[in-house]
């Protein structure tokens, strides 16, 4: 694989090039602030190229022998574990990642390629019993054609990987527009693996620029069939207001506002250790983080005591140390946000338990206590380090407090009754929740998407295979027809 140095370019039609836009996009190092590469941006003409591109090469490409499409997909998992050390340093300096966070994302990222690996002998048809005499009734499924894929900094690898291996494995090309933030770990070393593995030109095209100047045109534009948005919920609106005028599908993964419930009965110490986890991966800028800690008062106390303690033990600094947990956050609007949401809660009663100081765009693991119910948190995605503690009385206040939320998501709830969990789970309204486990969880074959303002669509596995496909019905009438009294 080339060096990082030489991954800074536009990839469209097997070519890597400079854009062609006026503007520069520095990548900033979030931990130190180092500018890591500059990119010349793409322009209109540019993102014309790109879908031109995919468009003339998708037909060929999905043309290919299903064993043939599956042999490049895996390739990239080989080359995934193969340059894992070298992809480890991207994602420490590009995106801030700590050790921990790069070996997890990592071993989602190649466990997805695997999994696409196996649709293209999974686009199954059917053949339906006719009501018209002698006709036989099929429907085929189809690749949809071009898909426009637009990642987010925060998992940039994993989550531009679920959408391009998948699409690409089932027959589509891709146009990938990684975030302005994370261009290399979000899209040019994805499109350097499949250029390495073997992929034919024009299939995968990457493009990075401005967003003034590409941003709606990238979902606008006629060529896409399909668009895959992964990011912030107005985002999200405003991506699937302009994908519906063009009548363009849609998967769209938003924000989250995921709670973490802690029942009387919980162990404890399990909860705990879950919850830090849950609460600080990647600094918790995941969209699957806790963000509200609902526990019951008769544990509350010794719950918020074991809690602080650990949190207060949480290495962070510089995310290429591996002992360091948490590094920072993607950049100073980020920092300045958090740190206000900070401000805001404690003009609302909380009071920091431990955290609250910033240092450039280090946030010292937070925790806040005396959290109102009806707080700032219960509308807001922290995307953070801070943790807000909410202490209810009965079941019933949990769920009007965990569904007081426009965001459905994920979230997480404790108890040792395992068939409560499971019934209480299924009253709070979010698309995954984990009993007796933390919020951050992803398998590639299990579906992955939320409910209300959390998303459109469900990825992985057999439900990102039907969103990324489309169904053709033909019959074949297999004998002459009555068309009486036409006849």
Known sequence: MNKLEKLNKLFINGVWRDGKSDFVLDV??????????????????????????????????????????SAIVNKVADLIELHKDE????????????????????????????????????????????????????????????????????????????????????????????????????????????EEAGLPAGVLNVVTGNIAEIGDAFTSHPIPNMISFTGSTPVGIRIGKIAAEGLKKTALELGGNNVFVVLKDADIDQAVSAAIFGKFMHQGQICMSVNRFLIQKEVAEEFTTKFVKKVSELKYGNPTDKEVLVGPVIHDRAADRIMKLVDDAVKEGAKIAVGGTREGRLIAPTVLVDVSANSIFNHTEIFGPVAPIIVFDTEEQMLEIANGTDFGLSGAIHTRDL?????????????????????????????????????????????????????????????????TPFN
Not at 449 to 465: D, E, Q, R
Request: hydrophobic share 40%.
């Open 28 to 69: 900033i190092n979030p931990f130190n602030n180092e500018v890591i590469y500059k990119f010349k941006g793409a322009n209109q003409a540019d993102l014309d190229e790109a879908y031109e591109s995919a468009k003339k090469a998708q037909k060929a490409w999905a043309a290919r022998l299903p064993n043939e499409r």
């Open 87 to 194: 992809i480890s340093d991207i994602m420490a300096r590009e995106c801030g990642s700590t050790f921990i966070k790069q070996q997890v994302e990592m071993a989602i990222t190649a466990n997805i390629c695997r999994e696409a690996a196996t649709f293209p002998t999974r686009l199954h048809g059917y053949i339906y019993d006719s009501f018209t005499p002698g006709k036989e009734s099929r429907a085929y499924r189809k690749p949809l054609g071009v898909i426009g894929v637009i990642s987010p900094f925060n998992f940039p690898f994993n989550l531009s990987m679920r959408s391009v291996a998948t699409a690409i494995a089932i027959g589509n090309a891709v146009v990938l527009k990684p975030a302005e933030d994370t261009p290399i770990i979000g899209g040019m070393l994805i499109a350097k693996l499949f």
């Open 419 to 483: 068939n409560k969990g499971v019934q209480l789970a299924r009253k709070i309204e979010t698309g995954m929740i984990h009993v007796n486990d933390q919020t951050v969880n992803d398998e590639p074959n299990a579906p992955f998407g939320g409910v209300k303002h959390s998303g459109l669509g469900t990825f992985n596995g057999n439900f990102i295979l039907e969103e990324f496909s489309t169904v053709q019905w033909v019959t074949v009438q297999q004998e002459p027809r009555d068309y």
